[in-house]
């Protein structure tokens, strides 16, 4: 594993499971210092201890939580040089619009979309402040699509995510600080294994739209993530980075 990383300071939102867990340990391996931020204390300490990194229990739809995280960050490690913004939610009762009800669509919007913009408000004041920063905020590949089986406030915060990592990645670049968009496909994660359970047929029909015929692995996103937080991508910013198997590219896939 090289070391991309060696001497920058990484904080992680839901990072106890699925893509978080996985880039906190991707990240690690490449030589940064970790801050797992989770809302859960025993799953989060776990896997800060594993790679000798920090746990931060965070709600990450409350201001002062996320703007603690990010304080206990610089003052701990000595900087933030990369905000990876993960944590979200994908609840069964976020469904079709005709059957969603408002306490669904606020509950997604305030962990997904909001959860982000507070990261970013505060984790761009410590950036600015050194510099420099890569900033990473998850999306989704049905920002950029629509789905027949929709998760209507889902789709809608990952859309929010896109627009705002756009326009935040054009407003701060010229004091070095980079955001962009991680746009995965469907993902072997415990909140995608979840979603199917309650209904194998529409896991079915979502695969059969994959090019590659499978969900992605956590640790091929978190691949992304290290890329992203890296300066192997330091031309990047205000970028739509879709890792999807190629199913934003497909017309038809292979038998």
């Keep these: 594993m090289s070391k991309r990383l060696e001497g920058r300071v990484a904080v992680v939102t839901g990072g106890a499971s699925g893509i978080g867990l996985a880039s906190v340990r991707r990240l690690a391996a490449e030589g940064a210092r970790v801050v797992v931020a989770d809302i859960d204390p025993d799953t989060g300490k776990a896997a800060a201890e594993e790679v000798d ?3 931060v229990r965070t709600d990450v739809t409350s201001e002062s939580d996320v703007e603690a995280l990010f304080a206990t ?13 993960n944590a979200g939610i994908s609840p069964p009762d976020d469904d079709s619009i005709l059957t969603t009800g408002l306490d669904a669509w606020q509950r997604v919007q305030d962990v997904n979309l909001t959860s982000v913009y507070l990261c970013c408000k505060h984790a761009i004041g410590h950036m600015r402040a050194q510099g420099k920063g890569s900033v990473i905020n998850t999306a989704s590949f049905v920002a950029v699509m629509g789905a027949a089986t ?5 789709t809608a915060s990952k859309g929010g995510v896109l627009a705002m990592s756009r326009e935040l990645g054009v407003q701060f670049a010229r004091e070095g600080i980079r955001v962009n968009a991680l746009c995965p496909g469907p993902v072997n994660t415990p909140l995608l294994q979840e979603l199917f359970a309650k209904d194998p047929e529409r896991a079915a029909r979502r695969l059969v739209h994959i090019p590659m015929g499978r969900f992605a692995e956590p640790e091929e996103i978190a691949a992304a993530v290290a890329f992203l937080a890296s300066d192997d991508s330091s031309f990047m910013t205000a970028s739509s980075f879709l890792v999807d198997g190629g199913i934003s590219g497909a017309y038809v896939t292979p038998l």
Excluded: E
């Excluded at 000595?78 to 905000?83: K, N, Q, R, V």
């Excluded at 929709?150 to 889902?154: A, G, K, L, N, V």
């Design 73 to 85: 960050a610089v003052t701990t490690y000595g900087s933030l040089d990369i905000a990876f913004n």
């Design 150 to 154: 929709s998760q209507i406030s889902y």
């Design 53 to 55: 990194g920090l746990f």
